[in-house]
């Protein structure tokens, strides 16, 4: 799998929109971009991922470049419970059917300011 | 429908001794992975389980082993703990074949003395 960059840490004022990139220059053709995020003291909960295409769910939206060499994840309006350790991670999707190794770096620590 | 659910939630132990960790995966999932996360660090993975094998397994030593049970559930064992296996350990359920997001649990968090 890929490997990813992201910024250690950010801040984002309560009900503006966050933007958490992160760079994936080695990301080959078949590999898609997931994002996790752990709130402090629980598992990591799925977010969304994505191959080319611009992606929207009911929690956040990706916009990946059409190089694939990088993406952002948006959060629309952040509030305060969105406080936590955002993971960008790349893999390929459905190798082995199910048989899926999460590779995880340290992901961003994002701060929802009050 | 409960979520993948671990237990114990929290366990000390001494070094050289011994632990086991439980983890019953969410309701239709088959597929269980196991992942070791040391403080201020994203989560390792260790090995994944599918019809009571190992199918997939991370950079960690014969010390961690685990079983799968024929409802599913899941098993990681530690022998000869060391300081160094103090960490959170998360369990993660999927149904095999299934394009859908894997489902973590709370964790357990291990303390070796």
């Known amino acids: 799998d890929a490997k990813t960059t992201q910024p250690t840490s950010m801040d984002c004022a309560e009900g503006r929109a966050a933007n958490l990139p992160c760079n994936h220059s080695?990301?080959?053709?078949?590999?898609?971009v997931y994002w996790y995020r752990q709130i402090h003291s629980q598992g990591p909960q799925y977010i969304i991922h994505g191959l080319k295409n611009n992606e929207t769910n009911e929690m956040a939206s990706l916009i990946i470049t059409e190089d694939r060499k990088s993406s952002t994840l948006i959060l629309p309006h952040a509030t305060l419970r969105d406080t936590a350790v955002y993971y960008c991670i790349v893999r390929v999707l459905g190798q082995d059917f199910g048989n899926e190794k999460l590779t995880f770096g340290t992901g961003t620590r994002l701060t929802i300011i009050p | 429908d409960a979520g993948v659910t671990q237990s114990p939630t929290h366990l000390i132990k001494t070094r050289g001794q011994q632990v086991t960790l439980r983890c019953s995966p969410k309701s239709g999932h088959d597929t269980v992975s196991w992942y070791q996360q040391a403080l201020g660090q994203g989560p390792q993975f260790i090995f994944q389980y599918y019809e009571e094998e190992e199918r997939q397994r991370g950079n960690f030593p014969d010390r961690f082993s685990g079983h799968q049970f024929p409802n599913y559930s899941s098993e990681l064992n530690v022998n000869a703990l060391l300081l160094g296996d103090s960490a959170l350990y998360l369990c993660?359920?999927?149904?095999?074949?299934?394009?859908?997001?894997?489902?973590f649990g709370p964790g357990t968090r291990l303390t070796v003395l």
């Open positions: 993660a359920s999927i149904q095999m074949g299934s394009y859908n997001e894997q489902f």
């Open positions: 080695t990301i080959s053709g078949n590999e898609y």
